[in-house]
Structure formats: structure tokens, C-alpha cells
């Protein structure tokens, strides 16, 4: 079955260090994206790729890096200059077509202490 | 501002009866889409529907529907015939511009909490 991959589901961390988080699917999509969630909140953009090897920044860019070297990959960075990193993180793609709705991954909650 | 409105943080409903969630937008693009996502206690967000801002009919999908509103520019989401694995959190999300010329990526609201009672 196709699909989108997160993993972990939980990471635990210690304060100052960087730590990826995996993203991969098999669903032949074009565009992936990284999200987080707060308690409470919706979700917030990361960063966006539309291609490979290219992406840009969302809303909430700073402190994350992304790559984007296959189709099928989107690992997130968080770096310890993200000044509050713990969160749920929760990757997504979708065809690059009109009405096409963003597949979520399972996410991954980061504890960072 | 913000883009996606979702002005009722929780909602109770009975078990087989119907409930509405609230969505309100706020965009100047003439072309949008409107989604609704489901998101259980598990984490995984599940998409619902879509309502293209073109769209003639009120977008259905199976006990789901879509009660959309242009000129108000409201999207509310109807579930019929509530079930107890219908409890979650429900999350309204947009999309601006057509899809190759847009960033693609959706905006989301604060999201609804959905409870039913048995």
C-alpha cells in the first residue's frame, strides 16, 4: 500500500542538539511539506518542496533546514538554533494539481530537554 | 489576519444526530479550495472533502458535506448521523490560487474538538 513514512514516532532529545526527522513516500507525488502542530494550535508551514531539489521557506522556517535530493524524501533538520523545538511534526505530500489534498504522515513528537 | 477562522474550540453532539462546524475564510484570490481534515486522538490527520471556490454544488462525501457559502465566505462542514469514532479534532484548511501557480500548501485553522456522547 502506498503511503507516507515518519519516523520516529517519538524523539527524544537533549537541549543544543540537532536532530533529523525522516519523511518518505511511495505515492508518486510531486510536492512534500513539513508542519508542526503546538497543543492546541493548527498547523504551522516549515518548508515546501515542489521539486526536487528545490524548496522554500514556510511560515516557521527558521531553526529547521530541509533537503530534498529524491522524490521520495523530505527529511526536516531541527537545529538547536529552533528556540523551542518541542512540538509535533507531521509531514505531508500531494500531486501538483488543483484539488489535490495533502497526505499526512503519522507524525513524530519531539521532546527536546 | 487570519486566514482560516474556526471560531468553536469544542462541540458536543448525541450519537446519531447531525452536527455543523463553523468555517470562515479570508482570501482576495478568486481561486481557492477549501479542505477539512479529521485528526484523532492518534495524531494522523485524515482528509474529509474539498470545495473548490469554483464549484457549482456543495461538495458530499459519504456522511460529510460541505455547507459553502461564497459571498459569506464561509465553509462549514456537516457530518450526519454522528458516530462515537467520530470524536476528534476537525481542522478547516485552504489553499490559494490555482495549484501550479500557488505554493500549494494548505492554511489551516485552530481546529475544532469534536465530542460525541453515546
Known amino acids: 500500500d502506498g503511503g507516507i513514512t515518519q519516523s520516529p514516532k ?40 515542489q521539486i526536487v531539489n528545490d524548496f522554500q521557506k514556510g511560515d516557521i522556517a527558521e531553526g529547521y533546514s530541509v533537503s530534498r535530493e529524491k522524490k521520495e524524501s523530505f527529511p526536516l533538520t531541527v537545529t ?31 521532546t527536546v530537554t | 489576519a487570519q486566514k482560516i477562522t474556526q471560531t468553536q474550540p469544542g462541540m458536543f453532539v448525541q450519537e446519531k444526530e447531525a452536527v455543523t462546524l463553523d468555517c470562515t475564510y479570508d482570501t482576495s484570490d478568486p481561486s481557492y479550495g477549501l479542505f477539512w481534515y479529521k485528526q484523532p486522538s492518534s495524531g494522523e490527520m485524515i482528509f474529509l472533502i474539498y470545495q473548490g471556490s469554483y464549484d457549482q454544488q456543495n461538495a458530499t462525501e459519504g456522511r460529510y458535506s460541505l455547507n459553502f457559502q461564497k459571498a ?47
Open chain 1, 10 to 49: 517519538y524523539l527524544f532529545r537533549k537541549e543544543g542538539q540537532n536532530v533529523t526527522l525522516s519523511c518518505e513516500q511511495n505515492l508518486n507525488h510531486d510536492a512534500m511539506y513539513w508542519y508542526r502542530q503546538d497543543p492546541g494550535q493548527g498547523l504551522r508551514l516549515i518548508y515546501y518542496s
Open chain 1, 80 to 110: 538547536s538554533a529552533q528556540k523551542n523545538p518541542t512540538a509535533f511534526y507531521l509531514c505531508a505530500s500531494s500531486f501538483d494539481r488543483e484539488g489535490s489534498p495533502l497526505h499526512f504522515g503519522n507524525g513524530t513528537r519531539l
Open chain 2, 72 to 118: 459569506r465566505k464561509s465553509a462549514n462542514l456537516v457530518i450526519s448521523a454522528s458516530q462515537l469514532g467520530d470524536s476528534a479534532m476537525y481542522f478547516c484548511a485552504m489553499r490559494e490560487g490555482y495549484y501550479g501557480g500557488s505554493q500549494g500548501n494548505l492554511i489551516f485553522g485552530k481546529g475544532t474538538k469534536l465530542s460525541v456522547k453515546p
